[in-house]
């Protein structure tokens, strides 16, 4: 295709379609997915690259741990199996957590996209497996050989045929065969439907390859994102936050210097690697760090190969974010999450109209393992959505998964396929950061197994002890915390038994707020007390007003609410700011 033709609205014609082809290959995966992780969780992600292995569109289906870290991996592929070795119909593997997302769950699939004997593209995806044996999924490991079954990158199909010697390997390494290979089959079938809609479109507009037209879309996307960071002021901000940890707190320190039209962060002060599987590679930071900056100065830019070009991201080896092999990984998501909450933090000195405060972050990753009545043994994943921060223009969202992007899964969902009952679930009051803008809510769960035998619960939570905190005067969200319906405290980051017939409960951390909880809209509290997210208690206490109870509703008391938040007993109990109690300012 010559690069006359490329004028603006043949450009965004052919744009729009790579957006629709790479969103029908992700949409492939989710219907054909044997697993609610994949199926309902959308725990996944799908990108189109060209020849050189850039990424060109990626799927609004997805996670920017799996699209950003997939970004950067083709080359590893490609180098371990090279292009001219390629035939049509083949499809390569691989779950390395250093060359892609990780951890070993993660499997990612790349396919070449042949026409008239020639590659054009591939396309790839990368998505969540149930099992993938060892441990289990979790962050009790030692070494990551513990975590499961490791897969170089290797070819998944030749020439359309199953490579069955891996597969073979794979059904005996797991704890789902079933599930597990049949995901294995959508994501190389997904990668097909992506391949054929790009051919059709190929042909339909009469283009040898996409070449000329990934240099357009990446050099626009470049240049956009150079132009956003060069509206920052030129500097060096700098943020540290906290998360748990396995059993001590993490440090997590950032700096971030904007020269000109590049960026450079530095994660150099965080804590060193862990023992345990809370581990991050650098990819996997690379890939948070790339999408909080985003969120924040570029969220229209495609996010594609160009939006990267300006950004640099270093970590000292052997930190908590650059953990060297053979480091455990499992739950690494646990401190990966919480990046994008670290750059806003920092970036907040530059642009507090455009970051978030903390929010939950980390995933609520839970694992189940056991035996149905029956006595078949099962395993089952499900994750979960505490409070997002607060934002400069609105309230947090609620029991929503940032910055993973992932879905909870329908209770009856869970309940249809496996044997997990969930008997309680709801928000959970109280639990928001207050500001002028509060955090989200966390929410809190029961749960129990059907089952005449103990079960294991693999417990991958955060903010048990490191609450989200507040941005510019906004107090921190609630902590989070697991336990048994007796009281008894469970461990926020290991395998543990629990008896039948035992139930758990899973309380979801808050969001920080944004700003003075005294500036807070009183109708905007009375409401929040009107759904019983908030108690009168609490609304007195800490935004200052006084409500009173009507017929089924609140209002607040105008008169007694100007004069208690104009007092200083009511500012002494806002509780703006204060220290973080895991050792922050």
Same mark, same amino acid.
């Given at each position: 295709m010559s690069g006359s033709r490329l004028d603006p609205i043949l450009l965004e014609v052919l744009w729009n379609r790579l957006v629709s082809v790479v969103e029908e290959q992700a949409r492939a995966l989710m219907r054909t997915s044997f697993t609610s992780v994949v199926r309902e969780a959308g725990d996944l992600s799908a990108g189109l690259f060209d020849r050189r292995g850039r990424m060109v569109a990626q799927a609004v289906t997805g996670t920017p741990g799996h699209v950003n870290a997939m970004a950067t991996s083709v080359h590893h592929f490609l180098r371990e199996i090279p292009a001219e070795t390629l035939q049509e119909g083949d499809a390569m593997i691989t779950n390395h957590p250093w060359q892609t997302s990780g951890h070993l769950n993660d499997f990612t699939v790349i396919s070449p996209i042949f026409r008239d004997g020639d590659i054009v593209a591939y396309f790839g995806n990368c998505c969540h497996a149930l099992d993938v044996g060892g441990r289990g999924l979790g962050a009790d490991a030692r070494q990551v050989y513990e975590e499961g079954l490791f897969v170089p990158v290797t070819r998944l199909f030749v020439r359309g045929e199953p490579n069955e010697e891996l597969f073979r390997l794979v059904r005996a390494n797991v704890r789902a065969p079933f599930e597990v290979v049949g995901d294995l089959y959508a994501q190389a079938g997904s990668n097909d439907v992506g391949g054929e809609r790009l051919v059709e479109m190929i042909e339909e507009f009469d283009l040898e390859d996409i070449e000329s037209l990934s240099d357009e879309i990446c050099t626009r996307s470049e240049r956009a994102m150079r132009e956003a960071i060069e509206a920052l002021p030129d500097g060096v901000y700098e943020n540290e936050a906290y998360?748990?940890?396995?059993?001590?707190? %993490?440090? =997590?320190?950032?700096?971030?210097?904007?020269?000109?039209?590049?960026m450079h962060v530095d994660y150099a002060g965080s804590s060193p690697q862990s023992e345990r599987? %809370?581990?991050?590679?650098?990819?996997?930071?690379?890939?948070?760090?790339?999408?909080? %900056?985003?969120?924040?100065?570029?969220?229209?830019?495609?996010?594609?190969?160009?939006?990267?070009?300006? %950004?640099?991201?270093?970590?000292?080896?052997?930190?908590?974010?650059?953990?060297?092999?053979?480091?455990?990984?499992?739950?690494?998501?646990?401190?990966?999450?919480? =990046?994008?909450?670290?750059?806003h933090g920092a970036l907040a000195h530059a642009i507090p109209d455009k970051v978030l405060a903390q929010g939950a972050d980390s995933l609520w990753n839970t694992q189940i393992t056991g035996q149905r009545e029956s006595g078949e043994h099962f395993t089952y994943v499900f994750f979960s959505g505490g409070g997002m921060g607060a934002r400069p223009t609105g309230d947090g969202l609620s029991a929503t998964a940032f910055p993973s992007g992932i879905r909870g899964v329908p209770a009856e969902v869970i309940e249809s396929i496996s044997p997990v009952l969930m008997h309680r679930r709801e928000f959970r009051p109280d639990s928001e950061g207050p500001g002028r803008h509060?955090?989200?809510?966390?929410?809190?769960?029961?749960i129990g197994v059907r089952s005449n035998s103990p079960w294991v619960l693999s417990a991958m939570y955060d903010r048990t002890r490191c609450p989200a905190q507040g941005i510019l005067g906004g107090s921190p969200g609630g902590a989070g915390a697991v336990s048994t319906t007796d009281g008894r405290e469970l461990h926020p980051k290991r395998q543990q038994r629990i008896e039948a017939g035992e139930r758990v409960v899973l309380s979801l951390p808050g969001g920080g707020g944004y700003g003075d909880p005294l500036g807070r809209d009183p109708a905007q509290v009375a409401a929040d007390a009107e759904n019983s997210l908030v108690s009168v208690e609490r609304a007195r206490q800490v935004y200052g007003v006084v409500l009173k109870e009507g017929p089924g509703s609140y209002a607040p008391d105008r008169?007694?609410?100007? =004069?208690?938040?104009?007092?200083?007993?009511?500012?002494?109990?806002?509780?703006?700011?204060?220290?973080?109690?895991?050792g922050g300012p």
């Open positions: 998360t748990d940890g396995f059993d001590e707190p %993490i440090r =997590l320190a950032v700096s971030i210097r904007v020269d000109g039209d590049e599987g %809370i581990n991050v590679v650098l990819n996997y930071t690379a890939a948070y760090t790339t999408f909080g %900056i985003k969120c924040a100065i570029s969220p229209e830019v495609p996010n594609n190969d160009g939006s990267f070009q300006p %950004i640099h991201v270093t970590a000292p080896e052997g930190s908590i974010l650059n953990a060297v092999h053979p480091a455990p990984v499992g739950a690494r998501h646990i401190v990966g999450h919480f =990046l994008p909450g670290v750059i509060r955090g989200g809510f966390g929410q809190e769960m029961e008169e007694a609410t100007d =004069l208690l938040r104009t007092s200083s007993t009511t500012q002494e109990k806002s509780g703006r700011g204060g220290p973080d109690p895991c």
